[in-house]
């Protein structure tokens, strides 16, 4: 799973896809967090990720 970088007390989608991430028992070994939507779409790209969570407007 790929997910944005943000902070932990931010509110942010795509801090909280990595908290549901881990309160479904995937690992963190098994996250990548990058930048944002672009990297996200660059990792799933280049095979270093299987698919991302972000909120893309």
């Given at each position: 799973m790929c997910a944005t970088r943000d902070s932990p007390s931010?509110?942010?989608?795509?801090?909280a896809a990595v908290k549901v991430a881990h309160e479904l028992g995937?690992?963190?070994?098994?996250?990548m967090q990058v930048?944002?939507?672009p990297e996200i779409v660059q990792a799933i790209k280049a095979d270093r990720a299987a698919g991302g969570a972000d909120y893309m407007t």
């Open positions: 931010s509110p942010a989608p795509g801090y995937i690992a963190d070994d098994k996250i930048a944002g939507p």
